[in-house]
């Protein structure tokens, strides 16, 4: 066991390393490595829970790693998913929210609420002797995993203070992991209200579905050939399939009107635009913020005599100016009941002809034609 | 400044703080205490970075108090939101990712980035003599706030320790403050499915936004009634809006047709159930999963004659149940093109006959007759 002075440092730097690793796996792994040589253990491990059970994540012990090889001993480990409560002395641990301290684990006493399973150290030959484990707990009193150090050295005589230095490291890690969890779910309910939205559009047209697939991947490979970095590239990737949301308001006899329209009737239409901005007014996040300027602006033109705004050349969003290259292309390739497709050099040649004509935005039109020509 | 082990003692109970503190109120209060303690400051503040500026989110200095109190304090510190960059020393440490160390508040070398704004001090009567501030830096790097720490005896001979100790102070701080902050953006994200998917539901028919509105709050007050914890009644509330979203894609001329359906549109109306479900399926939050299952569920009747699963009973989701009760309450006490809108106490009359007949829950009854009459 190290001195007051040792386990400060390496609190501090677990602490620091929370603010400063940018990757989970690596933040885990110095998590063990740190708390193995804080408190003498000759083994730590991880375990993640969901759904009632906990999962091994990561390890680290070297003596383990000689015998079975990295790769063995993440099978070993792997295979042993362990339900949470009462039995097992990690699954006990998650289950109680308490540390549990086994100072000999071949002699538990017949009254704990939880057994050392030999079968691990049978297969593996190796000798387990004594265990601490400690619940990984959030703010919430949540426990999303336990911490476990394996023969750890004077555990016997373990202070108050090392105990609870414990408990603080699976705290620090519980807060880091909660936060790596929470970013992704905060991720994928952002991308959950634009898939869901484009699912109800597309349900009164059955061929919207392939359209929006199609013009997607265009927005997206166009955006990429602009040299937009890839965050961005996918930004307009998903926002792009919503950019005639506003249409589930236009009534049926105008937005499935087999002929053409009449002026009238094409005042309405055009308000397919505003209407999907109103939709997804007040954007919170960035990804439907994108969603609403492509709504709002995929029919300027770039000389200012498109709709709804007639705002021209960088006033019109980058990306609406992208997707509405990738709408026509996609239009002008697709059949349609009215017309039979284009083929795509047509295609290519009437989107060129629209550049120079102040409908897109030439440098648009030059990325486009870089990557439809090959 | 004190030792080693006092040092670590309160690091560990900050991060075990970290994962028992339910109020990220108290968790930032109990933080500022221990810090003020650790490092032997009279005061400490903390700021939230927010839009380009740091904003006071709370002190602990009872050197101040005395002087002004508590809510004087406060509103000093609040009159001076301070512009993230180069300039004052706590706008200086957040934009530069830096612990910044000054121990003579009023003797700023010129070449500094920074200058101390004296004018706190002229007008509260306050005597800073010396500043520790430290960033609150997530795993990202993400600069949230800063931590001061103003009069600290010994400031001049700060151990490398000590300071490395008061970085991770502040990164403990960050994680808890990022993590309460995803948090909140996690809730405004899944809300936003349901938002945005409602105002789209109501475009068809502009009497939709009111019957809405009031058959929410019907379904809430049904559920509170019912006895259903306040987490449980919050979801019912919000989610009931979508029960009819699956109507975004019923053809206008049967949506919107002034008389009677036959049976054939019967057939196609009746489907918004699982177009509805449809649009929802799979979901990822709780919120979503209660709004597929009323969307699903809301035509069910408890005798098994309802549609479109004919399922019964407790088989029919308890918010279904609640909700069904709601909508047909609306729909009765409303004006239709084809009738009169009923007064309340007929509308009970009917619900309280359609539990006799087998369509609702009498249980779900019994609970809105309780507080429809009142």
């Known amino acids: 066991m190290t001195n007051d002075a040792d386990m400060l440092e390496a609190l501090v730097n677990t602490g620091i390393l929370l603010s400063s690793e940018h990757s ?18 000759e083994g730590a491990s991880l375990y993640l829970a969901d759904s009632g059970m906990l999962h091994f994540r990561i390890f680290s012990n070297p003596v383990l790693e000689d015998k079975l090889g990295p790769e063995g001993v993440r099978k070993a480990y792997k295979a042993r998913p362990v339900k949470i409560g009462p039995g097992s002395i990690s699954g006990y641990t998650a289950y109680a929210g308490e540390s549990t301290i086994v100072t000999d684990a071949y002699n538990i006493p017949g009254d704990a609420p939880y057994s050392f399973n030999t079968s691990f150290d049978k297969s593996s030959g190796y000798k387990t002797v004594n265990l601490a484990t400690v619940p990984m707990k959030t703010r919430k009193g949540k426990v999303v995993g336990v911490l476990q150090l394996v023969n750890l050295q004077g555990l016997d005589s373990f202070s108050d203070t090392a105990m609870r230095a414990m408990e603080a490291f699976g705290a620090q890690v519980a807060v880091a992991v909660e936060n790596a969890t929470l970013t992704e779910e905060l991720k994928k309910a952002q991308y959950e209200t634009i898939t869901r939205l484009a699912a109800a559009a597309e349900l009164k047209d ?27 590239v996918e930004l307009i990737y998903y926002a792009s399939p919503l950019h005639d949301v506003g249409k589930i308001a236009i009534p049926d006899d105008i937005l499935l009107k087999p002929g053409p329209l009449d002026d009238d009737e094409w005042e309405v239409m055009r308000t397919h635009t505003v209407i999907g901005a109103d ?51 996609d239009a002008l390739t697709s059949r349609r009941p009215y017309k039979e497709p284009f083929p795509a050099a047509k295609a290519i040649e009437i989107i060129n002809e629209g550049a120079a004509k102040g409908q897109f935005d030439p440098e648009i039109v030059k990325a486009f034609l870089g990557i439809a020509g090959s």
């Open 24 to 41: 989970i796996d690596v933040l885990l792994e110095q998590t063990l490595k740190t708390a193995r040589s804080l408190f003498g253990a």
């Open 279 to 329: 939709i997804l007014r007040n954007p919170h996040s960035e990804l439907a913020a994108y969603a609403r300027d492509i709504a709002l602006c995929h029919h300027e033109r770039i000389d200012g005599k498109g709709y709804p705004s007639e705002i021209k050349g960088d006033d019109i969003p980058f990306a609406a100016r992208v997707v509405s290259v990738a709408d026509v292309f």
């Open 206 to 232: 059955p061929d919207t579905g392939d359209h929006l697939r199609r013009m997607s991947e265009y927005s997206r490979d166009i955006a990429d050939a602009c040299g937009l970095d890839e965050h961005t």
